[in-house]
């Protein structure tokens, strides 16, 4: 499989997978869900070790770790992302989602001491600006019964909750934890607290039988949790992270796109104006300065004058 098809499946997965968290609210409760599906993920990459051969034994304080970032990653991040996804359309949730990029660099420089260029300074406030103008509507005409600001609230305090959970994989790393096996006890654990949490809030684990509950349920375990993650890490070895990271700036096109087809989604002003600012932030934030023109030009012969 060649890099353009990885990226292609990668940034389509990614993308659509909002529009398939929709179909997931109903008869079935949020935590009850999620815990649904990441057992189903966990499972298949536990199994997926298992054939290739790959080590699932840990020191106990190991799994302290993978158990956080379950927590943080698979769990609660997502049902705040879930619960967002009642309130505004999915596309919405995806830009908002892309305040990720922002949190990764302040928390980075909390807890690893990185340091912050000038020009991040400026993508992450291009990218703020385009997300605050996404939902201005709903910020204009704000009450206390607002949905709009509630969902961006929601959005926002789970993507922090991804931040961190990005903080302990990068932590885990280091550790040489390797990512494939952290991913798949991750899943496990995230799904035990989701079960337990659902439990405690006396949630019915109940189960939908629609066709759209169990297509989309499918879709989000094995393609939006185990394969794109397959894919984008093996575009990860091939062209290095600082282009595979893109498919964070690319995946909003692609919700935002399904949303306006499937959600009745419109585009206002501020919308039209906003999401390329917040692209082109993040394009800021996750490039390095003369990058363009280093892709340009490669390979051409340099200018030599007479």
Same mark, same amino acid.
């Given at each position: 499989m060649t890099n353009?098809?990885l990226?292609l499946v990668?940034?389509?997965i990614?993308g659509?997978?909002?529009?398939a968290?929709?179909?997931q609210l109903g008869?079935v409760?949020?935590?009850?869900s999620i815990?649904y599906?990441f057992a189903?993920?966990?499972?298949?990459?536990?199994?997926?070790?298992?054939?290739?051969?790959k080590?699932?034994?840990?020191?106990?304080h190991?799994?302290?770790?993978m158990?956080?970032?379950?927590f943080f990653?698979f769990?609660a991040?997502y049902?705040f /992302?879930?619960l967002?996804? $009642?309130h #505004?359309?999915?596309g919405l949730v995806?830009?908002g989602?892309c305040s990720m990029?922002?949190m990764?660099?302040?928390?980075?420089?909390l807890?690893?001491?990185t340091?912050?260029? !000038?020009?991040?300074?400026?993508?992450?406030g291009?990218g703020?600006? $385009?997300i605050? /103008?996404?939902?201005?509507?709903e910020? *204009?005409n704000f009450? !206390?019964s607002d949905?709009?600001?509630y969902?961006?609230s929601l959005?926002?305090?789970?993507?922090l909750?991804?931040s !961190?959970g990005?903080m302990v994989?990068?932590?885990? *790393?280091k550790?040489?934890v390797p990512?494939m096996q952290?991913?798949a006890w991750?899943?496990?654990?995230g799904?035990?607290f989701m079960?337990?949490?659902?439990?405690?809030?006396?949630?019915?684990f109940?189960f939908?039988?629609?066709?759209?509950?169990?297509?989309?349920l499918?879709y989000?375990?094995?393609?939006g949790?185990?394969i794109a993650f $397959?894919?984008?890490?093996?575009?990860?070895?091939? #062209?290095?992270?600082? =282009?595979?990271v893109?498919?964070?700036?690319?995946?909003?096109l692609?919700?935002?796109?399904l949303?306006?087809?499937y959600e009745?989604?419109?585009w206002p002003m501020?919308?039209?104006?906003?999401v390329p600012l917040v692209?082109?932030?993040?394009?800021?934030?996750?490039?390095?300065p003369?990058?363009? =023109?280093?892709?340009?030009?490669r390979?051409r012969?340099a200018y030599?004058?007479?």
């Open positions: 353009a098809v990226y990668t940034v389509l990614w659509s997978t909002w529009l968290i929709k179909y008869t409760a949020v935590e009850v815990a599906r189903l993920a966990g499972v298949v990459l536990l199994l997926f070790c298992l054939v290739t051969k080590s699932l034994r840990f020191h106990w190991h799994h302290v770790w158990a956080l970032l379950g990653l769990s991040n049902f /992302m879930y967002a996804s $009642g #505004i359309t999915t995806s830009v989602f990029v922002v990764n660099i302040l928390l980075s420089r807890f690893f001491k340091h912050i260029s !000038l020009r991040v300074i400026v993508g992450a291009l703020m600006m $385009g605050f /103008m996404v939902f201005w509507p910020v *204009q009450d !206390l949905t709009g600001v969902g961006l959005v926002l305090i789970g993507t909750l991804a !961190l990005n994989s990068s932590r885990n *790393q550790n040489a990512v952290a991913n991750g899943m496990t654990y799904a035990i079960a337990v949490f659902a439990f405690a809030m006396g949630r019915e109940n939908d039988p629609s066709f759209d509950y169990i297509w989309s499918t989000l375990a094995l393609f949790s185990v $397959g894919t984008y890490l093996t575009l990860l070895g091939n #062209i290095g992270a600082e =282009k595979a893109y498919s964070i700036v690319l995946f909003p692609v919700a935002l796109s949303s306006t087809v009745g989604y419109h501020a919308a039209v104006v906003g692209l082109w932030g993040n394009v800021l934030v996750l490039t390095k003369g990058m363009f =023109k280093r892709m340009l030009f390979g012969p030599k004058p007479l």
